[in-house]
């Protein structure tokens, strides 16, 4: 057994790290959103053994002051394909070296520090941080886990923890996050299902689990939102369930089923999406008396080649039921949104203007998601000697680094700024008077009907 897995009886203090990410992840709402759950979850862990328990939130805490999370350049990273030259900066958001250090240093000196880290492109803001705890309380036993450790441990070799902690630690994976470490939070977490028994190509859950799918009785989760809403923090939960829709019928519906018998005046989101295929009636009507006020479709591309090369199902026909259905149901306007990957290995801008229409057509804002190279994935094995890089942290998504001459990383970063969660009707765009190049494309593919499906065979 590791030390962290014995611990007991102690001061714990957990730390949410800085981040290193691109500017276009605070823009997009990349940073903030982003809520130590898992840090949270962690310790509830503790705290049922005994441990005194504190947060040390750096993305939030009140040394930033009013402006927000980004602090200086920590450095300039390759943008875009080999052949574009370009770079882009890397932000560091949230406390820097010296206000962690001063934030450390008014914490109770603690015996254990539990540092998580989610996203692997962070890994460099994660190494300093670590090195920061270790100058600080060089007495604490330093443990550092969560996704990055596990996807990719070599990259916290040499770092200052002492210990580098792989996978879930046994018996935390479901237990409740202990939301009263946190101020003012926007939201809290259930979870039902963890892990999915899918393999799509881009995505790590198989990695981060072994495999394996868990579940939980929906009973239990049901008993738990209950507590939670007693405890009148928040009435809003978030399921960012690997697979919600694994086991339907004994889990989802069953849980919405409660929620529904029970009206426990919670209201329920689910923003990591639904594939098309899966939208019914009965789940669709479920979701609506359950208060489940926005629904997401996964529809992640347009290409039928892709959909099969990333083990997705290829649904467009399906995608335009599930729209119907709940437009019927009166999902619409932000209520209704769609996932669609961009800046994937091999994609054009020509396709990427297609699906834009596509959904715009659907009457739809497309809800656009940067594509990330993941270790652990399968795409990391085939894809990974395509992108010269020195450090995970090159890799960020805002990075585009699968961009190439028929998919300019600055045409991607317009294509972003002008669509990602915007609606305009197709008229508007055909009608427009303007000399830019990608309205201009896509006023050409209008022309020859290119935004339809029939037209892609
Ligand atoms: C929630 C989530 C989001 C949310 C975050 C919002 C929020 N409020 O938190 C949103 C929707 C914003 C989001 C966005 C994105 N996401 Co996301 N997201 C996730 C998701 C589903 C959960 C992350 C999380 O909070 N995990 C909680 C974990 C850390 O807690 P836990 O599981 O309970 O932890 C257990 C163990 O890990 C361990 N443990 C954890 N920490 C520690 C620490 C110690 C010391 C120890 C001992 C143990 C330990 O013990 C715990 C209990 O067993 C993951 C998938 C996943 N299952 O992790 C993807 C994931 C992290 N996202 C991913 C991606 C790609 C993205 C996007 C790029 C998607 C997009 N294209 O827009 C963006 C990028 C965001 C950005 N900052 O730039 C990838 C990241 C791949 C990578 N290279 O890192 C993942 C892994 C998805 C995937 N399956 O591939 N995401
Ligand atoms: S993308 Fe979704 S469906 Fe595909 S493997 Fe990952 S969690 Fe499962």
Request: charged letters at 25%; hydrophobic letters at 40%.
């Amino acid at each position: 057994m590791s030390r962290v897995e014995a611990f007991e009886d102690g001061r714990v203090l957990l730390l949410n790290p800085p981040m290193a990410d691109t500017i276009d992840a605070e823009r997009m709402d990349l940073i903030t959103c982003v809520e130590p759950f898992g840090l949270l979850r962690l310790g509830s862990h503790f705290r049922g053994r005994g441990c005194q328990v504190r947060l040390l939130d750096c993305l939030r805490h009140p040394a930033l002051g009013n402006e927000g999370p980004r602090r200086h350049v920590r450095r300039r990273a390759p943008c875009g394909g080999p052949d574009e030259g370009r770079q882009k900066e890397i932000h560091h958001f949230g406390l820097d070296r010296q206000q962690l250090a001063a934030a450390l240093a008014q914490e109770p000196a603690p015996d254990l520090i539990v540092v998580s880290a989610v996203f692997t492109w962070h890994v460099e803001a994660v190494r300093e941080a670590l090195a920061v705890c270790k100058a600080v309380h060089p007495g604490a036993h330093l443990v550092v886990g969560g996704n990055l450790p596990t996807l990719c441990p070599d990259a916290l070799e040499g770092c200052a923890a002492d210990e580098v902690y792989r996978g879930d630690l046994p018996g935390a994976a479901f237990l409740p996050t202990a939301l009263d470490l946190m101020e003012a939070p926007r939201s809290d977490h259930l979870r039902m299902i963890k892990g999915c028994p899918h393999r799509c190509s881009y995505c790590v859950t198989g990695c981060l689990n072994d495999g394996q799918v868990q579940a939980r009785p929906p009973e239990e989760v049901f008993a738990e939102l209950q507590q939670k809403l007693a405890l009148g923090q928040t009435r809003v939960f978030t399921f960012f369930d690997d697979y919600v829709m694994y086991k339907q019928r004994q889990y989802l519906d069953v849980l919405l089923d409660l929620v529904i018998q029970e009206q426990p005046g919670a209201i329920l989101q689910f923003p990591l999406g639904f594939s098309a295929h899966m939208i019914t009636e009965p789940l669709v009507r479920r979701m609506r008396e359950a208060g489940v006020e926005t629904m997401i479709l996964a529809l992640e591309t347009i290409s039928e080649q892709r959909s099969r090369d990333m083990q997705r199902p290829h649904h467009l026909d399906e995608l335009r039921r599930a729209v119907d259905l709940l437009k019927d149901h009166g999902y619409r306007g932000r209520d209704l949104r769609v996932f669609y990957l961009v800046g994937l290995p091999h994609q054009t801008l020509d396709e990427v203007l297609r699906a834009i229409l596509f959904l715009l057509d659907l009457g739809i804002s497309p809800s656009l998601t940067t594509y990330a190279l993941a270790p652990g994935s399968q795409d990391w094995e085939q894809h990974r000697r395509a992108v010269p890089h020195q450090t995970l942290g090159d890799l960020a998504p805002g990075l585009w680094r699968f961009a190439h001459a028929a998919m300019p990383s600055d045409a991607l970063d317009r294509v972003y700024a002008y669509f990602h969660e915007q609606y305009f009707p197709i008229e508007r765009i055909r009608a427009s008077s303007t000399d830019d190049a990608i309205i201009g494309a896509m006023q050409r593919l209008l022309r020859e009907g290119g935004h339809r499906p029939e037209a892609w065979k």
